[in-house]
């Protein structure tokens, strides 16, 4: 059976899960796919770093370019992360024809165009389905399970940090810090958790997402992105008593209307967001991951499992490593354009024009007048209100009052926060966040 | 741009969704993948029948070995349906050495062995995704996505008239006889239902889902089936009131133990089964469809979507056109083996020797006595009870008693009913549903 070798730079948590999980199948893997991929070095920072999993001291070396320029490696995976060093490792492996595999999500959305059209002019392919939720096939399934389809509407649960402390509030009714502590002495969190908690990771992923759905480089700057910081064990109990979970949502949507010259708009953000307690997102939890996909001919799809951790990305990096070396082995190079910009023109949705329905809890002053004063405002701004509730049980200077705003611009509705917050009934700065029915 | 003709056999729901679906997205699909699928001719039974949308009449032809022959006819689909003519139009264009793409679940399941062959012989292709829940790429992530794992479980919510059923019965309390006869009336089942009701449907998808993941033919006759004719209202009322919701499920489960000469032994089976409320495939609904997959380095994922309809499965067929269009242009036959038969010794286990936990009910005698005899034939058989219920409210000459049971053998368990069936104090046929943890 042909052999193709492997040289891996980064040999951390996800190195290491890839040279087990190919001493683990490797051999399984080459039972099904007609060709055996075979660890020949593994680049590493330092030769006695702790690993999770042990790499063979032969394998080892702390001189990366000799990995990558080794005639004998045939194809190139960088598990090095970040957007420096990991770059020049992939444009050197490009460069020199080789295929390469990544996981690095913050690389790809701040460099992916550059990245694939190095890919395209020295004919090799980057592979990239381990940065973007690593156990869930995501990237295979959008850009060929469901290449038939325009992609309306894509919903993710992209960071599992998150997820975990989210789950956690609802379940235990904790407030955020003590919960975010909790989850870093347990290894669910990092320290700072500033990457996973401010959304930032999930504005990686969705970035990615949207430009591989439709086929124009997303700018990351574009992405509207809010994290969890700011969510109460209150807000996660009264949209649970509204019958809303709350998650944190990558949302790319694809406009009805597109730009003058014919090209589609995009609304890329990241926020945390009301859902149907009923629909099967919701019932995503801990530090699992889902993407919901709508396509105009499928419908409705969703893709589950683990988003990080060095087992479920090691299981994309594999699937990779398949499709690597099946293109060496027939030659095809380029075989499915990895990247297609299809809609090269694509512009992304200013956050303010973007419109959903919106959540938005007040601390309002109990006595007459208050709510008549709150209502005007949003009726000036054009802004239809769905519902009011305002909970029983709450007594003393402040009380709440909830209000479910019908779809209504993100920009107008700042506006009209903005104003409310002045009243002289209104006791605290107001809490808003996005309401998706998600049909 | 290269562009490849498609004839088309069968032009009825699948097929004439397929067609719009080309209609739709053909040019947005030829820009994302670099080549063109142009529908040449559609052979179908009749000019005239009524289709959901219509196919243009130039296309049309009843003289399927004509388009099957057509030189100018590149590659071929197979949406006739059944096993006789169906199977002779795969092997005609496949003796051609032309792709061939089909969605037909019932000829694989009782011939894909044949098939594959076949395909390998004459050095062409036999793509399938639209064979198993068409709205869920799920071939290709077992496939491709998960290509690195060794798969230790599928749980397959497979047939969507079946979870259609068991939905409304739960949300409105109807009987089983009742909701199958409105939901005929709506469209959501075929009159006659056998082959939905009664599993066969599901086996079938269990069946290839089986094979693909363990590398050997499983034969249907080996599938242990049962359908959702027996479900109760009553009995999804106290499976919810433990805490589980009930779910047709096609099972697919790797066992520890190896058979003597090393091959895998694995349980394959349909049949209605508890899972916990709270798991992601619990919240699958209506004509949803949902397939859990656990690998062994993945662990969990979901994959979810419609499993049927014409637009659902007409994205499959997209699929498998794309990857058939693109194996063409670059002269990769074969380029992953479609069904790699890594395993062929592979043994499917026989029922009785399957464990799962079970959920029993039985009609009893409200009286001293009847517990003991009960419990007594379960010891003697060997099988633990983890808990007995017997619910308040029930009154009269008999009352329910429900019983879940720790792991044991089916066969076991059967034996154990028919005795207890033979006791005085037991009033009905036992009711037994097995009950699944899903970890």
């Given amino acids: 059976m042909q052999i193709f070798n492997l040289g891996m730079i980064g040999g951390g948590t996800v190195g290491s899960g890839v040279v087990h999980a190919l001493q683990v199948n490797g051999d399984l893997l080459a039972s099904r796919i007609g060709v055996k991929v075979q660890v020949r070095r593994v680049a590493v920072k330092a030769l006695d770093e702790p690993r999770p999993y042990e790499i063979p001291a032969p394998l080892l070396s702390t001189d990366w370019k000799s990995v990558v320029n080794d005639p004998e490696v045939h194809l190139v995976t960088e598990l090095v992360g970040g957007t420096g060093l990991a770059k020049e490792i992939i444009l050197t492996a490009l460069k020199l024809g080789k295929p390469v595999v990544t996981a690095n999500k913050a690389l790809l959305s701040a460099h992916g ?38 992609i309306h509407r894509i919903y993710g649960i992209l960071n599992g940090t998150c997820n975990y402390i989210l789950t956690r509030m609802k379940r235990e009714g904790g407030e955020f810090e003590a919960v975010l502590q909790d989850a870093q002495k347990l290894g669910y969190a990092e320290t700072p958790p500033d990457l996973d908690i401010d959304g930032i990771d999930a504005e990686h992923k969705a970035g990615i997402l949207g430009s591989l759905a439709h086929g124009f480089w997303i700018n990351p700057s574009e992405i509207h992105v809010e994290g969890i910081r700011t969510i109460t064990p209150l807000d996660i109990r009264f949209a649970e008593q509204l019958g809303y979970a709350i998650k944190l949502l990558g949302i790319i949507k694809r406009s009805a209307t597109a730009t003058t010259a014919g090209a589609p708009r995009i609304e890329v953000s990241v926020g945390p967001t009301l859902i149907p307690k009923s629909h099967p997102l919701a019932s995503v939890e801990d530090v699992f991951n889902a993407v919901f996909v709508n396509g105009d001919i499928v419908g409705d ?48 949705i200013p956050h303010p024009e973007v419109c959903s329905g ?14 008549a004063g709150i209502a005007t405002i949003f009726g000036e701004l054009n802004i239809g209100i769905s519902s009011v509730i305002q909970p029983e049980g709450h007594e003393g200077s402040s009380v709440p009052l909830i209000f479910m705003l019908h779809d209504s611009p993100h920009g107008a509705v700042q506006r009209a926060l903005d104003r409310i917050a002045k009243l002289a009934s209104v006791k605290a700065p107001p809490v808003r966040m996005r309401v998706e029915s998600l049909e």
């Fill in 113 to 150: 165009e550059e990245l694939f059209a190095a890919a395209q002019q020295h004919h090799a392919t980057l592979y990239y389905e381990a940065s973007v939720c690593g156990g869930i096939p995501i990237i295979k399934a959008l850009r060929e399970g469901l290449v038939g389809n325009q």
């Fill in 358 to 371: 919106h959540y938005v809890r007040l601390s309002v002053a109990d006595r007459p007048g208050t709510l």
């Fill in 301 to 348: 799809t969703l893709f589950y499992g683990r988003g990080a951790g060095k087992d479920a990305t090691a299981s994309a990096v594999l699937s990779d490593l398949a499709d690597a070396a099946l293109d060496l082995k027939m030659g095809t190079k380029h075989r499915l354009p990895p990247f297609a910009p299809h809609a090269l023109k694509g512009a992304v």
